[in-house]
């Protein structure tokens, strides 16, 4: 025996600890595998801008956000793999416009390249949109992105009146960053995207981050309209938990919504560890059912996988 590949006594790396752990927690909920809604792939150069946003303390200036993820793009698809993440979506947003076309095609690229990626696409208020938005769903997209934060937008602008009309219609989700957490827009908050629900009540909206930390407005839409879902990105970890403590007195809501409840985690843009954000949802002790819904089969069944 030449004690170098002694199978169980080898050490172990950290990557393989993690991967190890978000496998264990999945084949225990006895599921395939997971389906994330919520990750970021976009170019180099834009994640770059990215990062250091979140270097400089502006996501939220009162807390640092030390992003753990910092690999190469192949290295971050390759730990999603071995977490079991069977699908993942790789959202894009522009901050200005003239940006979300040419996001659009990388995407259009990225999904050619990385058959386990949803293809993702995005919008901005401008002329045109309607036209990019309807020839990347002609495209394969499947998923949208707008971010009311970042883009700083009111999503009520009639510029986008056609591609809210148009996403309803294709009956193709898009996640929205309409909460007002970490840092609150103009136009965050319930009120902008309540009004264009009620304009557009097919929407199949996702809303991100659980729509802290608005949380008790935000899961009254999914009861109100059977196109909204909300995801779970950073809700009940330690560090959003700091920020914007989930209520407890909503967790009946949220057992009650657990059909429209979706995994969704900011990878790689994230302050702790990819299996925190699964044992923040255990912790809530909602359930082996709402777990294996929310984890896996609810993106499932909405998205057709
Ligand atoms: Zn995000």
């Not at 004690?3 to 600890?17: C, D, F, I, L, V």
């Not at 970042?150 to 009956?171: C, I, K, N």
């Not at 902008?192 to 304009?199: F, H, I, K, Q």
Request: net charge negative; aromatic share 10%; with cysteine.
């Amino acid at each position: 025996m030449s004690g170098q590949n002694s199978g169980s006594a080898a050490p172990q790396s950290a990557t393989e600890r993690e991967s190890a752990a978000v496998v264990a927690f999945w084949h225990n909920l006895g599921l395939p595998g997971l389906v994330d809604i919520h990750t970021h792939f976009m170019p180099a150069n834009v994640l770059a801008k990215v990062w250091a946003y979140f270097d400089q303390g502006n996501a939220h200036t009162d807390h640092p956000w030390p992003i753990v993820y910092r690999q190469p793009e192949d290295e971050r698809v390759a730990l999603l793999r071995a977490f079991g993440v069977r699908r993942f979506s790789a959202l894009a947003y522009p901050h200005k416009p003239g940006m979300a076309a040419w996001l659009n095609g990388w995407e259009t690229g990225f999904a050619a390249r990385t058959p386990d990626a949803l293809h993702s696409a995005t919008f901005y208020p401008e002329p045109g949109a309607d036209a990019y938005v309807a020839e990347a769903i002609t495209a394969g997209a499947r998923l949208f992105k707008a971010h009311l934060q970042v883009g700083a937008y009111d999503p009520r602008d009639e510029l986008l009146g056609p591609v809210w009309g148009l996403l309803a219609e294709a009956r193709v989700p898009v996640v929205v960053h309409c909460g007002s957490g970490p840092m609150p827009g103009r136009f965050t908050g319930p009120g902008p995207m309540s009004e264009v629900l009620a304009r557009h009540p097919r929407l199949i909206a996702i809303i991100a981050h659980l729509g802290a930390p608005e949380y008790g407005d935000f899961l009254g839409l999914t009861e109100q309209y059977s196109g909204v879902y909300l995801d779970t990105t950073m809700a009940f970890t330690d560090f959003l938990e700091r920020i914007a403590p989930f209520p407890v007195g909503l967790r009946p809501r949220l057992a009650d919504a657990g059909g429209r409840i979706l995994l969704g985690t900011d990878f790689p843009n994230i302050p702790y560890s990819y299996v925190h954000q699964l044992q923040a949802l255990a912790r809530l002790d909602l359930g082996e059912p709402w777990l294996r819904a929310v984890c896996h089969d609810n993106a499932v069944a909405l998205l057709g996988l």
